[in-house]
């Protein structure tokens, strides 16, 4: 029996603009991206999320290729769906959003499909508070583990919300940024420790091009972005990294640091190829023998030795 | 017969605010901080540097007291020292330059003792090309490592004489925002590749609180910053840094990637001691062994393991 892993989150089109290169409607979405990336694992995942009449069946293909179950995708006939429009600057780290069409996220009421209401491992994209509560609310006790993504939007207007969902994660995945933001410490360290007494065992700290910071059981694991020559388009960089996180904690029986580690170093991997092509291109082609090369390298980029020659000074 | 270490850089006193203290009239200055961190080393450190009347016996004396050659510190008797005076913004990250007094930096005319001129290591603190040129001319013939530090400043005003010194340079360490002007791409990897060609085998990119990236051989290795509660005063954390570096590759035989990678972690984990108290303080005080746990904390950091389970996937 696979572990099941249920991902809650958006299904979008994008409109993308780079320093080398546009595209109008794309494939895009949260739980688009944290569904492809958990795919590479075997597991069993199912996708909460909705969608327009303008939604291509041959995206809907895509994920059904892959053995995810749409049965918690909503259809609604007369609606479009979420739209996103970003512009990239010259150095890929910020980006301008030019439209956000809310479309039918705007009163999305997200059901948990019966067959999920058990599942092991619950990733919950980023999304309205209110909505990640509803989702956790309909499921049959406290999932084993909650992995929990949000923004600072959420924490600047929606606080009290937000800290309820909080109080059910067991890792929350955010920026340092926002890290910052939500625990009023600017050391990441105390940050972290803060964000442990709202309720995640585990934290943690993306920063982009570079890498991200897992704290918990009174440690800390640092792990770079993979180094590029070039990155064509970075969205969906977080979501891979959450997916390939999410897709590792559900195939794995027992989950601690140890595992979270591995799961940092898998969604870091996930995300580099995400970014060499633009929306889900890259990600959708890779294989199991190019993901593994990688973590080699992944590997020998920060390992070293320490002689004793160094360790008499 | 201890391995020589020239050092070229200012000796200044620093006035510093941050948002927890202030303090007028510190010790400071790039060689400083590079020879108090290569101290940890047993190499035989000369300095090459000027001061004026004001300079305190007593800090002249911090340097002595560690073996530290200062015969190569010119005073000029009727001049007074460099002066900085910055303060450092809430997130640490961000300093803005109060007062910058030259005095007798400006017409500082660099002599290297005829005992230096043989060094096996040069470090190169950052200054004014024309300064940094002139000392490396003096050597007799190459060094067998040359050690720039440099600066955005110097690449906006002096680009050609700067690429004349970057020319005879083995490692350059410089942040990201200057590797990206310097090379003029985006992407690090690419960088580092366009600096190689202008001279330096090795590049390293420091990137403060997310550590550094060392280039060279055809590899990469990322070590992160030691991640601390709390940052006192930033100042002398990349010169702690180039210090460490200066310190093991003058106390090695073999100058390889390997010992650049010890270098950047033993200097990481110097510059972790530097920020944790105002100027030179906590350097100075340092322990062997809190310097070797943090080393061995950082290992803890970074390292870890890819199980055969995850490998088949």
């Known amino acids: 029996m696979k572990n099941k892993l249920l991902v809650v989150g958006t299904m979008a089109y994008d409109a993308i603009e780079t320093p080398f ?110 909505v990640q509560l509803s989702a956790l609310n309909q499921m049959e006790g406290k999932p084993k583990f909650v992995v929990l993504d949000t923004m600072n939007f959420w924490m600047d207007n929606f606080r009290s919300t937000l800290d309820e969902v909080i109080a059910k994660a067991d890792l929350i995945t955010i920026n340092d940024e926002e890290a910052r933001q939500l625990s009023e410490e600017h050391s990441l360290v105390k940050a972290a420790e803060k964000i442990h007494t709202m309720g995640p065992k585990y934290v943690i700290i993306k920063k982009g091009e570079h890498g991200a910071m897992l704290f918990g059981d009174g440690k800390i694991f640092i792990a770079p972005a993979f180094p590029l020559d070039q990155v064509i388009d970075p969205t969906g960089a977080g979501d891979s990294f959450a997916g390939g996180i999410s897709g590792i904690l559900a195939n794995t029986d027992a989950i601690n640091f140890e595992t979270l580690k591995s799961g940092i170093i898998y969604g870091s991997v996930l995300a580099s190829f995400t970014v060499e092509q633009f929306g889900v291109k890259a990600l959708l082609a890779v294989t199991s023998k190019a993901i593994n090369d990688r973590i080699e390298k992944f590997k020998s980029l920060t390992s070293f030795e320490w002689n004793d020659k160094q360790k008499n000074i």
């Open 21 to 130: 290169d546009k595209v109008n409607r794309i494939l895009g979405g949260a739980a688009t991206y944290i569904a492809l990336a958990s795919s590479k694992f075997d597991v069993d995942c199912g996708l909460v999320s909705v969608i327009g009449a303008d939604f291509e069946e041959s995206d809907l293909k895509i994920l059904q290729d892959l053995d995810v179950d749409i049965s918690g995708v909503e259809l609604v006939p007369d609606g479009k769906s979420f739209f996103w429009s970003g512009r990239y600057h010259d150095n890929m780290n910020m980006r301008t959003t030019i439209d956000t069409q809310l479309n039918v996220l705007e009163n999305f009421n997200p059901i948990v499909p019966l067959s999920y209401k058990s599942a092991e491992v619950m990733m919950i994209g980023n999304l309205h508070p209110r």
